[in-house]
């Protein structure tokens, strides 16, 4: 899990605005998630992507975007229709994405001011 | 969809005892169950999983069981240290629709604290 970074590690959102994640691995995997963690919730996933071009609707995606148009590159943009965005985002990355183990990366955490 | 139930919610026990987690699925088609230690602030990290043709694995202080039939699997910790002190989660992956497509579906977690 050493290959996969994220950034920033904080982040801070006005109300209004658009915020883009950044998760980026040298792993050469070819699938790619994002989850989102509160206190209690445990993990949610928000999208996931199996290959390049490609990408999928996870269980929360309502406010969120991405785009995976480099296979070591896997951003999200918290859109302003996020209405509670305040939360710890995963981002994690497994060889396929047919059972393979998950690898996450440090995390970012999103604050509202 | 996946459904993962994970108990207890936190737990303490003494330095040197033994710790279980244990977790139910809801889908019969799962068949990979991995287990991740959280630190605070921290990324989880893969500690243990199992595939669903064995029914128990072993890695030093730490094993995992599964149960098919019940839709269970548990995390067991022996000879407990202040270092295992952190939350752990189970999760489940269930096949997405589309061929070769997998979701891992994550219990809410385990606080567990070591007391020295």
């Known amino acids: 899990d050493g290959g996969i970074t994220q950034s920033p590690k904080y982040l801070f959102r006005k109300e209004g605005q658009n915020v883009t994640l950044s998760c980026e691995q040298n792993l050469n995997h070819d699938a790619m998630y994002w989850y989102r963690q509160d206190p209690g919730q445990g993990l949610r996933l928000i999208y996931y992507s199996q290959i390049v071009n490609d990408f999928q609707k996870g269980d929360i995606a309502e406010g969120y975007s991405v785009s995976r148009e480099k296979k070591e590159s896997f951003p999200l943009t918290v859109t302003s229709a996020q209405k509670n965005p305040t939360a710890f985002y995963l981002c994690?990355?497994?060889?396929?994405?047919?059972?393979?183990?998950?690898?996450f990366g440090p995390g970012t955490r999103l604050l509202v001011l | 969809g996946e459904n993962v139930e994970q108990h207890p919610s936190t737990l303490s026990v003494q330095e040197g005892d033994s710790a279980v987690i244990k977790c139910t699925y809801s889908?019969?088609?799962?068949?990979?169950f991995p287990w991740y230690k959280q630190e605070l602030g921290k990324r989880p990290q893969l500690i243990i999983d199992?595939?669903?043709?064995?029914g128990e694995k072993k890695d030093q202080r730490i094993a995992v069981t599964l149960n098919k039939t019940a839709k269970h699997f548990s995390l067991h910790i022996t000879e407990t240290q202040p270092e295992d002190s952190a939350v752990y989660f189970c999760?489940?992956?269930?096949?997405?629709?589309?061929?070769?497509?997998?979701?891992?579906?994550f219990g809410k977690g385990t606080k567990l604290s070591v007391i020295p």
């Open positions: 994690a990355s497994s060889p396929r994405a047919a059972q393979e183990t998950q690898y």
């Open positions: 199992i595939r669903s043709n064995v």
């Open positions: 999760a489940a992956s269930s096949p997405l629709k589309g061929a070769g497509s997998y979701q891992l579906t």
């Open positions: 889908d019969s088609a799962s068949n990979y």
